[in-house]
């Protein structure tokens, strides 16, 4: 199952470079098709290529009609986006993500068929970009994380009849998120289904995190969360949507404009600071939304507030770059991501619950069905058949061999480009 996740876009140039540590990613919860898999004791290993790099993530890219921006992630099972929005970012490495894992076929047999990974494969490895980034200095590794919350896993005891429950304890979970991401390294981070906020909190300030939390709306008891690394970031701004306020259920999303510290800033120091300051500074935004595979018109309204509050953003703050990560659970196939990349979509063309490519479609299927009135408004706002939005998105991942990605770390690195140009 392909569902897409982050997204970041940016009028600043970002990339990815460097070649981060090999990582293990024991205790990860992982979600294929219809059902879910436990936390792999088995680390993942990645098959991607030299030259690109990737985690899990969808990178996207955004342009207004004067500029270049973005980037969006994609990958197997649910997706996180990331998108950039601006020609000055482009992306420079990101993550290979598997959960396919490989024996050592000499101590399978040296140990009566009990088969061990080699510490090799069981790294997660950078994927690179093809451009070259090295001019680029001034980078932001981003992580999207759905941690799988906690109660959560105890309501769905079903999806996880396989897995210990020493797996599923947040003790011990929390300290291979923690291990996690210390070797990603990441600048600013994005997770979901956060429902023990304070412990993650106390635990990430001691890493040298702030983070900001909205929770959902009604009786469910998790959100989503932002973290930051203060020293290379300031926060200017911060604002959430409750989608329940536009009769689009409990989810929510969150938006955030940082600024890169000058301090921290490999740009040239002989130029202006607002120019400096301007030129570093890029919205991000956060989003979960509705699982339910059979409300499509639901999700396009959660995302189009989402895109269309992080566009207002981006203009409001002076036309700067724009990341956003989530949980869409949508497939990289569907009418969603369709949406995402192109910029516009035809509902009329699309059945409801087809719209996230959660569902597969009749084979014997023989007419579309309509959508009602109520349906296209929550769709669209306006009740029109069409959606429009005006970020123009790609996937970073769209080169790399898909994964799952439900309950595994997207990591994306993007660097700003100076002189209007994406790389």
Known sequence: MHLSRFTYSSDKGLSTPYAPPKFKSPGNMGRIGDGRYP??????????????????????????????????????????????????????????????????????????????????????????????????????????????????????????????????????????????????????????????????????????FKGVYQARTGDACDGCAIFWNRELFDLLHEESIEFQEFDLRNNVCQLCVFKMNVKNSSKDMGASNSESISSRSFVVGNIHVLFNPNRGDIKLGQVRLFLESAQRLSLEWGDIPVVLAGDLNSMPQSAMYQFLTSSK????????????????????????????????????????????????????????????SDHLALVCELAFTDGGSET
């Open 345 to 404: 979509l035809d509902i009329q063309m699309h059945e409801r619950k087809q719209i996230s490519g959660q569902i597969y479609p009749s084979q014997n299927r023989s007419f579309k069905s309509r959508w009602s009135d109520e349906e296209l408004r929550l769709a669209t706002g306006t009740g029109a058949s069409h959606l429009i939005h005006q970020l123009q998105l790609r996937s970073a991942y769209a080169g790399v061999p898909k994964w799952g």
């Open 39 to 208: 936390p792999a004791e088995q680390p993942s290993r990645s098959s991607a290529s030299k030259r690109s790099r990737t985690s899990q993530f969808d990178v996207g890219q955004h342009r207004s009609k004067k500029k270049q921006r973005g980037t969006i992630r994609q990958t197997e099972t649910e997706t996180e986006t990331l998108t950039l929005n601006h020609t000055s970012t482009s992306y420079t490495r990101t993550y290979a993500t598997s959960s396919t894992f490989s024996y050592n076929r000499r101590k399978e047999k040296r140990h009566k068929g009990k088969s061990k990974r080699t510490s090799a494969e069981d790294k997660r490895k950078w994927v690179y970009s093809t451009h070259d980034v090295s001019p680029y200095l001034d980078r932001v590794v981003f992580m999207s994380y759905n941690i799988l919350g906690v109660k959560n896993a105890a309501n769905h005891e079903d999806l996880y009849h396989n897995v210990a429950p020493k797996y599923l304890d947040w003790d011990y979970r929390k300290r291979l998120i923690r291990k996690e991401i210390r070797e990603y390294n990441p600048g600013i981070m994005c997770f979901q289904e956060v429902d023990c906020y304070d412990d993650l909190d106390y635990l990430l300030q001691k890493e040298g």
